[in-house]
């Protein structure tokens, strides 16, 4: 499969500041299959060692501090020489063993011309504690689900190298925008865990897919009751739980009292921070003053939750396909479409997008570019009616402002409207 993130693991093998690296995120978003991948094609050879599979694993890192020496005994068990410019080291589900990864510190200051790749589940719930990692010591890459266009790469090659030239301000052919949204629907059904876009590609059947994402659901949750840490799991589950109801609502404010009667923040906002860091969940705030810079004017206490992936949100909203496929109309189709642009628009700007909601106004996302204020109108549709986008336009004049909707790539009055299926382009375009 095509992943964005290929292009920064051969920038970091050839930074000569090379760090070793970890990649984050979610559980199943295709992280060790990368690294495989990468050794494979990038290496002469790699090690691969597994810490939730080989249970003495741990023990060499817990009885060594020196990377050289635990070098030698990896290479003892993995019954070959590892060379420092030709082999790539792998650790996998890193987070089952503390001694390795604090030990990343020790080969980043005494054995440098290693080139070592670590990555687990839950990772990012450790890496939200400076405490449980080497700080400064590690190079970090996100890796999400498929983007819209890495899902495109993989269901329709063709229709894809038509979607890549797609150039600013460019006229896209009625023929290829009908095809384009097409894929868009099915990606909303399928979404971007790797898994099911491999079952796609090669059985098309939606029974698979449901299938998959029910398992991927109860893995997840099984994740939590797993957390022995101080946060209750039991509260982590409730609020992964209540994400469909809390974006079913008009008002997408997260309510603490959506997830049982009486709920108070402080009983649920640490089962939140676990969600967030562990990659499951996307947090977006509301800030006070649409201005630059956003983070200077975010409400910590005013925000809303979205899920990781759009597919997997319809799946536990239960959403009937024929709904997506047939174009009508849903509740639930605003919330379903903003989790899917911010999924796209996720990395593409350096400060995360916002939302603005004053009295009864919103705009459902801003958008940092530079010093300037994208303000941003989220359409399932082809409906252009958004009063508030209107009168914020009107009253602020930004530079830029975007709409997206199933509408045509189209400039008019103010407004650019960028087709849905464009989202993961939106800094290329603007």
Known sequence: ?????????????????????????????????????????????????NFDEEDQLASIFEANKNPQRIIDLLGVLADQKIDPETTLILFDEIQECSAALNALKYFREKAGKYHVIAAGS??????????????GQVNLIDVQPLFFDEFLAAVDEPLYGYYAQIQREQRIEEIFHSRLLEAYNYYLIIGGLPECVASWVQYKDPRRIRQIQDELVTIYENDFSKHNGKIHSGRILMVFRSIVS????ENEKFIYGCIKEGARAREFEEAIEWLVSAGMLNRVYNVSKPEHPLKAFEETGYFKLFLFDTGLLKHMAAIDNAAILLKSDYQFKGALTENFVLQQLHGQFEAPPCFFAKGRGEIDFLLQNGVEIIPVEVKGGEDKSASSFKAYIKNRQPQTAVRFSKRGYVTDGGITNIPLYLAAMTGKLV
């Open 122 to 135: 839950l990772l990012g719930t450790l890496l939200a504690s400076p405490k449980s990692y080497p700080v």
């Open 1 to 49: 499969m095509k992943r964005n993130v290929w292009d920064k693991l051969i920038a970091w093998k050839s930074d000569p500041e090379r760090k070793p690296l970890i990649l984050k995120g979610a559980r199943q978003v295709g992280k060790t299959w990368l690294m495989h991948e990468f050794g494979r094609t990038q290496y002469q050879n790699y090690v691969y060692f």
């Open 246 to 249: 809390q974006l079913g609502k």
